[in-house]
T-cell receptor, first 111, second 111 residues
């Protein structure tokens, strides 16, 4: 079993739909990161969360420390949101600067 | 400000050779971490350096090594290359406990 589990693996949505990607982890961590990767490889850090909720534009990330679960929401999705979204945990086992990654969610938003 | 710079962008090597990849972090960032991304294994943590010291290490064989210089630039080296080392190698820099900034990666092909 992976230490960081992500679902779904693939997601197809119509433009304008509300999207949710889920991430769960099995032990205590110091922070949960949401990353976006476009074709070609470049990774952009979207959020770093240790508690509560953060919002940036149409993106919202939440984390529930007790349930060891985080979600990334995209409101009013757009084709330019098509990318791979990856959650990653840091602080696993006390290693602050070691990221453990989920398997990623490939999102395709169709016009 | 300049982002994280990785060189070279693409590299083709033959089995048995060795390779050195370079990563220049954002000015002032002292933590540099390295990751390997393959279609089969996804993103995996290689190691992390801070102030020229390796602080964390992933589960990779000793053929994978790295170092960090006094200006925080980092290199990783892979010796005795195997076909399975073909991957996208990413580095990221970090200031304190902030989020990570990733480079565009080096795509290594071993033939």
């Amino acid at each position: 079993k992976n230490e960081v589990e992500q679902s779904p693996q693939n997601l197809t949505a119509q433009e304008g739909e509300f999207i949710t990607i889920n991430c769960s982890y099995s032990v205590g961590i110091s922070a949960l990161h949401w990353l976006q990767q476009h074709p070609g490889g470049g990774i952009v850090s979207l959020f770093m969360l240790s508690s509560g909720k953060k919002k940036h534009g149409r993106l919202i990330a939440t984390i529930n420390i007790q349930e060891k679960h985080s979600s990334l929401h995209i409101t009013a999705s757009h084709p330019r949101d098509s990318a791979v979204y990856i959650c990653a945990a840091s602080g696993y086992g006390g290693a602050t600067n070691k990221l453990i990654f989920g398997t990623g969610t490939l999102l395709a938003v169709q016009p | 400000k300049a982002g994280v710079t990785q060189t070279p962008r693409y590299l083709i090597k033959t089995r048995g050779q060795q390779v050195t990849l370079s990563c220049s972090p954002i000015s002032g960032h002292r933590s540099v971490s390295w990751y390997q991304q393959t279609p089969g294994q996804g993103l995996q943590f290689l190691f992390e350096y801070f102030s020229e010291t390796q602080r964390n290490k992933g589960n990779f064989p000793g053929r994978f090594s790295g170092r960090q210089f006094s200006n925080s630039r980092s290199e990783m080296n892979v010796s005795t290359l195997e076909l399975g080392d073909s991957a996208l190698y990413l580095c990221a820099s970090r200031l304190g406990a902030s989020g990570y900034t990733f480079g565009s990666g080096t795509r290594l092909t071993v033939v």
